[in-house]
């Protein structure tokens, strides 16, 4: 479709607010709420993780989970936010995220190929009878017990959100005592292997700044 | 340590500076990082926390002028109509705790008109902070969602350094406040002094040119558009690009509206002026952004003074937007072609990309309704009160356009937008994001102290009675200065923006907006600071109140006009209302009745 076929966004919201009917192809989904995984790089100094948290607390966002810890370069900081919320305004966070001064880079994953996890330590009560159990759910979900009393086990198991809730979950009838999760990191994932094309033509467009023309 | 010494250097064994750095305490550090950064004027106040500053500053004598302000707030604002009559960035210093919560109105109010200021704060001794000392406040924790940036020097070897980042944050891409935070043993420490040339600023990048693509793109859209409308605000001037403003929308035809920070970019005597839009926006102009099909937005933000009802602004028109911001693209209105990009150059970029429009019909359209629904025409009211829009309007003739006119916050923010005619860039200057009473008298002084500095035009400042006496105290500084400023106080012995509302909103209950008994004799309360106090009643006295007050030159006036309390600003766009929605005059009674 053509610049000129398309409605104006404020055409759109006019036509939903005087209750005319939209092509379901021109809807526009920027106003739906959505779970976000976005990567910040910043520098590693005081105060700068607390501008990024405050961007989301300013408009009254919650943040599902926040970690944070040194990069190979001790300089810099890596920072996975999960959130949810309306994607427009998730997008103008993230564009005034890049804004800030201490970040060098803003991605929010969401949409792209990537690798999540998180890190779940879980304390749970054992007898001589569930222990068996507890042990073979652990196996099932790859974890590892690094600690152990008469009563109680602690369990370390890694992994992507839902695979950790449904750990969780599997637990709850034995009793837990404890939980401590890490939040999601997440990267993105390597891309595959593409062999160089030797006829590929330098024409990609690239503004007059020399980088690419996406805004 | 004596005077002459610290210029003289001392050989440096420390490995962070150049072999023949001086070694200094970090005052002195400071005092002279200021003089580095070229900075002609810093608006302060001591106290314990800067104490060692302002004693390095006494030793060394800068090549700055420190100004004594009577409130921090002042200090800000003024710091402000420093920066907006100069182009420059503005400096304040104060001291800790209660120092530092004053500047917080003016930072903020900066931060919302991204108007470039530096703030040192002193700071409890590292040590203590944290320890709830005396005077400690977390001056970065209170700042940190109004400032561009801020930073805390916990270490005097990195005080040069964070100054030079301080003044290129505040000057460079959307202008803004940086606050420094300064514990008082890092003014006493000592380093080797380097001012950096370059800042050390990794993750921070300016925007310059556009997207090539883009602009190819509005290029095509501008050609295509019929009912094409130039929306402009003071991203505009910040960038300097009236000139280049003035040149695309004389080649194109496009008719141009301004925002309240965008007047004076392009001159208002000009045919292709439409004057300002919004909520007290012209009923010509509020109906062309209506009826435009492409809206070229140029360092403006959308605000909701300006669109009312976001949904049912400007519906069937197409945006481009030209921001330096990326964060405010698509933020309160989705920008259909979003170029970002220094709005001067991407004027520059764009201008050989468009051709001479025809908008004959377009700009007839606008004059249809301009006749329609003239400007509004106020009357003089019978009694010894004064019209206010009347005022403004002498104003304007005696000066022609040729001051910097400032105003404060309420109804007659609003007159001066409406009936003074602004023909020059960085002219106009006043409160629109944060609409701060009290603004006006200090950002006029502040202006007055930048004509020193090159512009020679007068500086003119309008307030009311309830605004005025927020910060009146700076009449002082003023006097002190011997500053010719002309303060006018249009005097309605009401709270007249909010007694506008109660009236259309509230059924006239009129709850606690009357100051007629209560309000100060202005006439004295200049006097009693050192100024000259003049008093007009009726509007015959109104000419001449005016030329005594040009006659002065040697310290500021201040003249007093009895104005009516009824009297409103239209038309007006209710809050939350769309754009055509207006109160016009003819319309207000029964809009009223209806109420
Ligand atoms: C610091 C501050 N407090 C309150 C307000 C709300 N307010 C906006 S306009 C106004 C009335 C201004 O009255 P006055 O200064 O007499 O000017 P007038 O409207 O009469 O011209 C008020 C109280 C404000 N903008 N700023």
């Known amino acids: 479709m053509s610049d000129e076929e398309t409605l104006t966004r404020q055409q759109i919201r006019r036509k939903r607010k005087f209750g005319e009917p939209i092509l379901p192809e021109e809807e526009d ?43 190979e370069d001790s300089s810099i900081a890596r920072l996975t936010l999960v959130t949810v919320g309306n994607d427009r305004i998730v997008a103008q966070v993230t564009r005034q995220l890049k804004g800030l001064v201490n970040t060098y880079d803003v991605t929010d994953l969401t949409d792209a190929e990537h690798v999540e996890r998180e890190l779940c330590l879980l304390k749970v009560q054992y007898t001589s009878d569930t222990r068996p159990e507890i042990l073979d759910i652990k196996d099932i979900f790859r974890g590892r017990v690094v600690n152990v009393t008469p009563e109680t086990m602690v369990l370390e198991v890694t992994g992507p959100n839902k695979k950790i809730n449904a750990f969780i979950g599997m637990m709850q009838e034995h009793g837990i005592e404890e939980v401590a999760r890490s939040g999601q990191v997440a990267m993105h994932r390597a891309l595959e292997y593409e062999a160089p094309n030797p006829l590929a033509s330098s024409e990609s467009e690239v503004n007059d700044n020399g980088s690419s023309d996406a805004n | 340590m004596p005077t002459d010494s610290l210029k003289t250097s001392t050989p440096s064994t420390a490995s962070n500076g150049a072999p023949d750095a001086p070694v200094l305490k970090g005052s002195e550090i400071f005092v002279r990082a200021l003089e580095e950064e070229g900075v002609d004027r810093v608006f302060g106040h001591p106290g314990g926390a800067v104490i060692k500053i302002y004693d390095a500053m006494e030793r060394i004598q800068p090549d700055y002028e420190h100004v004594l302000v009577r409130h921090e707030q002042g200090g800000t604002h ?164 009236p000139e280049h403003l003035t040149k695309l929308a004389r080649k194109t035809n496009i008719p141009v509206t301004t925002t309240l920070h965008g007047l004076g970019a392009f001159p208002e005597t000009d045919d292709l002026a439409l004057g300002w839009l919004g909520m007290h926006g012209f009923y010509h102009t509020n109906m062309a952004v209506q009826n435009a099909d492409l809206i070229i937005a140029v360092g403006a933000r959308f605000d909701d003074r300006v669109t009312g009802d976001v949904d049912a602004w400007a519906p069937d028109a197409k945006i481009i937007h030209v921001d330096i911001d990326p964060s405010c693209i698509s933020k309160n209105v989705y920008a259909d072609c979003a170029i970002i990009g220094d709005a001067q150059k991407v004027l520059q970029q764009l201008l050989p990309k468009v051709e001479p429009k025809d908008t004959e019909e377009w700009l007839a359209q606008i004059d249809e309704w301009r006749d329609s629904c003239p400007p509004y025409e106020y009357e003089q009211p019978d009694e010894d009160l004064i019209a206010p829009e009347s005022v403004v309007e002498q104003l304007y003739e005696k000066t022609q356009g040729e001051a910097v006119m400032v105003s404060d916050v309420g109804q007659h923010q609003m007159w001066v937008c409406q009936y003074y005619k602004f023909g020059r860039t960085r002219s106009h200057i006043s409160s629109g994001g944060l609409g701060t009473m009290g603004f006006g008298l200090p950002a006029a002084m502040g202006a007055a102290f930048g004509m020193r500095e090159g512009r020679d035009l007068d500086v003119v400042c309008v307030s009311g009675d309830g605004g005025f006496v927020m910060n009146a105290q700076e009449l002082s500084v003023a006097a002190a200065h011997g500053l010719p400023l002309k303060i006018a106080v249009l005097n309605n012995n009401f709270l ?100």
Request: some cysteine.
């Open chain 2, 78 to 241: 003024a710091a402000e109509g420093y920066a907006k009559a100069t182009g420059r960035v503005g400096t304040v210093l104060v001291t800790s705790g209660p120092g530092a919560t004053n500047t917080v109105t003016g930072i903020a109010d900066a931060y919302l008109d991204s108007v470039p200021i530096v703030v040192f704060t002193g700071q409890v001794p590292t040590h203590l902070i944290g320890n709830d000392s005396f005077q400690e406040t977390d001056t970065t924790g209170v700042t940190r969602s109004i400032t561009k940036h801020n930073f805390l020097v916990r270490d005097v070897d990195e005080l040069a350094s964070t100054i030079k980042k301080a003044y290129h944050i505040a000057r460079t891409g959307r202008p803004g406040p940086v606050v420094v935070d300064i514990p008082k043993d890092v003014q006493m420490d000592k380093s080797t002094f380097v001012y950096p040339d370059e800042p050390d600023l990794p993750g921070y990048s300016v925007p310059g040119k556009g997207a090539s693509r883009q602009v190819q793109r509005a290029a095509r859209m501008i050609e295509e558009a019929e009912r094409p409308l130039l929306y402009v605000g003071g991203g505009t001037i910040n960038a300097d690009a």
């Open chain 1, 29 to 71: 989904e920027t106003d739906q709420k959505h779970r976000h995984i976005i990567a910040v790089t910043l520098e590693n100094t005081i105060g700068a993780l607390n501008r990024v948290t405050n961007l989301f607390s300013a408009r009254g966002f919650n943040l599902e989970s926040v970690a944070v810890g040194e990069t």
């Open chain 2, 496 to 595: 007249g923006m909010v007694r506008q509302w109660q009236s259309l909103f509230h059924e006239d209950r009129f709850s606690h907006t009357d100051l007629t008994s209560t309000n100060p004799d202005f006439v004295k309360l200049a006097e009693a600071h050192h100024c000259v106090g003049l008093r007009a009643t009726s509007p015959d006295e109104v000419g001449d109140v005016i030329d005594q007050a040009w006659e002065v030159d040697d310290r500021p006036v201040l003249m007093e006009f009895a104005v009516p309390k009824e009297e409103m600003v239209f038309p007006m766009v209710p809050a939350g209302a769309a754009s055509d929605d207006m109160l016009t005059e003819m319309f207000s009674k029964e809009e009223m009745a209806k109420e």
